[in-house]
């Protein structure tokens, strides 16, 4: 008898290396995937301007990433309190000071602007086709910042629109590049039940079609695995919206296995011992086997770092200072 789903991801054939450098952009849930893989040291970044919960928002950030020019102080908005902000990014960049938030916004622009070209995977959850425009001019907003609900109206993007808009992105700025697409498991409670499988449905229809269009786009069945392979409450954290952390491992696993080339999986349990033995603390520092254990630890994190490209410089600095290398 079997009593439960399981869901086998077949290869996506991006076969994501350490020589790679990998972007995360969209929801919550990409940030989980990227502090997965930058914990096992691959080359990886995101939350650029923090996250991104609809499609339209994330599309906004990579044209944006295309235009060279700053963004300008006239884009800033204060709220109540007096903080300046910018709505196409979240309230992680904002700042009482004008000047400081408007740094803050074209420091993250000019980050993304750097590594997107030489980026060879892009990864990209979709969180919720629900959207909030602005009413002054018609923009989608990608955070509200706790502005009056009178200045917004509220609206579900179409299949059409988010369609029509990322197959622009896919065959222009991420043409180059393998682009993992996934829907959040992540629940919307704010959209009521209704609402919430409204939106995940439009998000995985609209995707379904781009990446049968495109053929470097691929699927990565997060929201399936989450709510059809690991359905039960208790692999969610205590707000029963979010993943826990052992559902979050989970799906780590699958996308592991399906994404990384053969030599990355290969090397993934050797990276966990090695980081494992740079957290360990000894009851004698000065003992012959400790000193042992640092040397050798150190070299092999140095034939890694030449071999594989591998980045160990924190590692070593917190393991001894480097001072067996």
Not at 36 to 47: E, H, N, P
Not at 165 to 194: C, Y
Not at 253 to 261: H, K, N, Y
Request: a negative charge; proline letters at 5%.
């Amino acid at each position: 008898m079997e009593f439960r789903t399981e869901i086998r991801v077949a290869p996506l054939g991006t076969e994501i290396g350490y020589a790679d450098t990998v972007l995360f952009f969209g929801s919550c849930f990409a940030g989980e995937m990227r502090r997965r893989m930058a914990a096992l040291k691959f080359r990886t970044d995101g939350d650029f301007t923090g996250p991104l919960f609809n499609p339209a928002s994330v599309a906004a950030l990579l044209r944006r990433a295309s235009d060279p020019a700053p963004a300008t102080a006239d884009e800033l908005r204060q709220d109540a309190d007096g903080w300046w902000f910018h709505y196409d990014a979240n309230t992680l960049l904002s700042d009482p000071d004008r000047e400081t938030a408007l740094c803050r916004y074209n420091d993250a622009l000019d980050r993304l602007r750097a590594l997107l070209p030489r980026a060879r995977c892009v990864v990209v959850t979709f969180g919720t086709a629900w959207v909030y425009r602005l009413k002054e001019n018609g923009r989608i907003v990608a955070n509200c910042h706790k502005q009056p609900q009178a200045l917004f109206d509220r609206e579900r993007l179409s299949v059409g629109s988010i369609v029509a808009e990322w197959s622009q992105l896919l065959a222009g700025p991420l043409a180059g590049k393998e682009v993992i697409l996934t829907v959040s498991p992540v629940r919307h409670r704010g959209d009521g039940a209704e609402g919430n499988s409204l939106s995940k449905a439009t998000l995985r229809v609209a995707v379904g079609e781009l990446t049968e269009r495109f053929g470097h786009a691929h699927y990565f069945p997060a929201y399936e695995i989450v709510t059809d392979d690991l359905r039960d409450y208790r692999f969610y954290a205590d707000d029963l919206v979010h993943p826990s952390s052992q559902a979050v491992g989970y799906v780590w696993e699958r996308f592991a296995e399906a994404a990384l080339s053969p030599e990355a999986l290969r090397l993934l349990p050797e990276i966990e011992r090695l980081k494992a033995q740079c957290n360990h603390r000894p009851r004698r520092a000065d003992s012959e086997a400790w000193q042992s254990l640092c040397r050798r630890t150190l070299e092999r994190m140095a034939e890694l770092e030449r071999s594989a490209g591998i980045d160990f410089s924190e590692e070593a600095a917190q393991f001894g200072g480097g001072s067996w290398r």
